[in-house]
């Protein structure tokens, strides 16, 4: 079972209907299906299902229960803070919590939202595995419940498939095709009057290094020796 398959948002004495509809929009953006509520306040309500934008149908499916222990009692629990705790319990980043439960647990996982103005009790934290807290200005460390849930299910997709927010899997071109390139370039550089070929060392190396970090695949290769080509008038060949 994937990991977003695994985890439970559970939203612990929600007070206001529209976090719920909010949370469950953050949710379903990132493929997280599974909604928990302890003790709402007002659910379900009108004000829950108009935030919810498109993930009605997770309001429909969420479990309600009467007290949180129900609620997570076949899970490894995680409990969210903004605060930090005298209870000693581990606490870390979204990120790192995230690669941790991809690689390490296999079973459900229960990640605990407490009420928007106080936030988890102790209590609470006595069911906890462990704590998730999201880096933030010390001296305003308060998100949105939305915005926390999104937070940590941005993160979980991301643990889920990294490939998703980074660039498109490239293979820069080989050292020889590299050669080449500043063996052309120089060249250029040279019939243009840019480079000076009794000193060409320091200007040429700088160049090495830009085009070193940038670590150019075939495409982009094809378009930098196709630039060099039409300005030393030899169309599309490479040099």
């Known amino acids: 079972m994937d990991l977003l398959s695994r985890v439970r948002i559970v939203l612990v004495e929600p007070q206001h209907p529209g ?3 909010a949370a469950a929009r953050a949710m379903k953006t990132m493929g997280l299906r599974e909604l928990v509520l302890v003790k709402p306040y007002k659910f379900p309500h009108k004000d829950a299902t108009d935030m919810a934008v498109g993930a009605a149908d997770l309001l429909e499916s969420a479990q309600v229960f009467d007290t949180l222990r129900e609620a997570v009692a076949d899970c490894y629990v995680v409990g969210s803070s903004a605060r930090l705790r005298s209870v000693p319990l581990k606490t870390t980043t979204p990120r790192e919590l ?13 990640l605990l939202f407490g009420p928007e103005r106080v936030g988890l009790s102790n209590e609470d934290f006595d069911l ?3 704590l998730v807290s999201i880096p933030a200005d010390p001296e305003f460390r308060v998100l949105n419940l939305a915005a926390a849930v999104q937070i940590l299910a941005y993160e979980l997709r991301l643990a889920e498939a990294p490939d998703l927010a980074g660039a498109p899997e490239r293979s820069p071109v080989d050292a020889r095709e590299m050669e080449l390139f500043y063996e052309h370039l120089e060249r250029v550089l040279v019939a243009i009057k ?6 060409p060392r320091q200007l040429m190396r700088r160049l090495r290094r830009l085009y070193a970090r940038a670590a150019p695949d075939e495409n982009e290769m094809n378009i930098l020796r196709g630039i060099l080509a039409a300005i030393d008038g030899k169309g599309g060949e490479h040099g």
């Open 128 to 130: 906890c595995h462990e």
């Open 98 to 110: 995230a690669s941790r439960l991809a690689r390490e647990v296999a079973g459900k996982v229960a």
């Open 194 to 199: 840019f480079l000076n070929p009794k000193h």
């Open 19 to 21: 976090n719920i509809g």
